[in-house]
């Protein structure tokens, strides 16, 4: 814990616990409480927060070896050079340092933040695909049309016919969260193919062939010859995105049938392999880029040894940290985010977004030192001395001589202090 004053002589208390994975740093005055959670284990060593940080707080750790297998903090805090600013946390593109703040402080909409979002449209059904693909389980959805026994009790005397047609199914889940007959067999997404299952099957002993999966099924692949007992319910539900876990990486996107995911990343820019590199690169072994990357993009294809789609990039720059070997090149061409408004930081916060793009970051003066401008030198003046008149010279010297021995009388001394004038004794 530390305790310092400001300019105002307001006490500043600062400390740092640890909980789990979570560094959590605070600052505490007696007007405002602030603290910053940085959960170590979520975040990819980016960098973006040491390249931001107006104080030079952040410092970015041994990031090959982290992204190796070493348990270590991607990025340290000096807490004592931490002013509590918020642009870490602000601009941490996938949420790993947040910040909560109470007390007298500026409203959160003067500083700026990501402008960036993943949106359903009107196209969503829903169906189970995003929340199936998404590599950070960000994505959940809810059903709110009954199950299938919930309307139509499994009758055992049932007879009838059921065929999947696997040229037009697109694997979207609805049959299976309706009905346990049905049976989804998963497969693991890769970069290439995000789709989450492989096969789709039906468990005949369950079946009753009440012809309601194939009402609902939006891609008519599903056809049944038996007992039509009820309507089949309207296909409807709820998807929730937890933004604390979403990393924009675009696999809901791209494994959604009916283009019904809008995204607008933090980032445009482009990222690319070194080519005279790629060689040294040994994904097996090392896997530095893989295990690092939010967006799950980087794959071994068969024809050499590592490749990446584009497509998924957020741009952060991690992969570019992880690698020891110079492979992998990201360039940053816009930084998507909310306006800068007129405020005292505000150049501090422009020049810090630009600092994303360029990667050169002009500092704040802390050194609390005045610069004094340069002396201009000074015209010479020449100056004439006085002529000296020897026998009025003379004359001075023989009367100090005359007073001098009377000086060196301590009593005449004291004797002539006591008759100076009040106002002669208070300047003295």
Not at 248 to 259: F, L
Not at 358 to 385: C, M, N, Q
Not at 413 to 426: A, N, Q, Y
């Amino acid at each position: 814990m530390t305790q310092e004053g400001d300019e105002e002589g307001i006490t500043v208390t600062k400390k740092m616990d640890i909980q789990d994975s979570h560094f959590m740093y605070t600052q505490e005055t007696e007007k405002s409480r602030k603290v910053l959670d940085y959960d170590y284990k979520w975040c990819t060593g980016c960098g973006l927060c040491v390249r931001l940080c107006p104080t030079r707080a952040l410092e970015l750790g041994p990031m090959h070896e982290i992204a190796t297998g070493m348990d270590a903090p991607p990025v340290m805090m000096d807490i004592d050079k931490c002013s509590f600013c918020g642009m870490c946390a602000n601009f941490c593109p996938i949420h790993a340092i947040t910040i909560v703040s109470r007390g007298d402080l500026p409203e959160k909409e003067l500083f700026p933040a990501y402008d960036s979002y993943v949106k359903l449209n009107e196209k969503c059904l829903p169906c189970i695909l995003c929340e199936a693909a998404c590599p950070k389980e960000a994505i959940k959805v809810e059903f709110i049309f009954p199950k299938k026994e919930q309307i139509s009790p499994f009758k055992i005397d049932s007879v009838g016919q059921i065929e999947i047609h696997h040229d037009k199914c697109n694997f979207c889940g609805i049959c299976a969260r309706f009905c346990d007959a049905f049976i989804l067999v998963e497969r693991e997404p890769t970069p290439t193919d995000p789709r989450p299952f492989e096969q789709i099957m039906v468990n005949e002993d369950k079946c009753d062939y009440c012809v309601l999966c194939q009402d609902m099924c939006p891609e008519d692949a599903i056809s049944v010859k038996g007992d039509r007992l009820c309507n089949a319910p309207a296909v409807e539900g709820n998807v929730t995105i937890d933004y604390g876990k979403c990393t924009m990486c675009t696999w809901c996107k791209a494994v959604c049938p009916y283009d019904a995911v809008d995204i607008k990343k933090p980032f445009e820019g482009e990222i690319s392999l070194v080519e005279g590199n790629i060689d040294k690169c040994d994904p097996q072994g090392c896997h530095g880029c893989f295990n690092v990357c939010p967006s799950h993009l980087w794959y071994v294809p068969t024809d050499r040894k590592i490749a990446i789609v584009e497509d998924y990039c957020t741009y952060c720059g991690a992969c570019v940290n992880a690698c020891h070997l110079d492979v992998v090149r990201v360039s940053r061409n816009k930084v998507n985010h909310t306006d800068i408004l007129d405020s005292p930081w505000a150049s501090q916060w422009r020049d810090a977004v630009e600092s994303l793009l360029t990667a050169k970051r002009h500092y704040p003066d802390t050194s609390h030192t005045l610069i004094v401008g340069e002396e201009l030198p000074k015209e010479y003046a020449e100056f004439e001395f006085p002529e000296i008149d020897e026998s009025l010279k003379k004359v001075v010297r023989e009367q100090i001589r005359k007073v001098m021995s009377s000086l060196k009388s301590v009593k005449i001394r004291k004797m002539w202090e006591s008759e100076l004038p009040e106002e002669i004794k208070e300047s003295e």
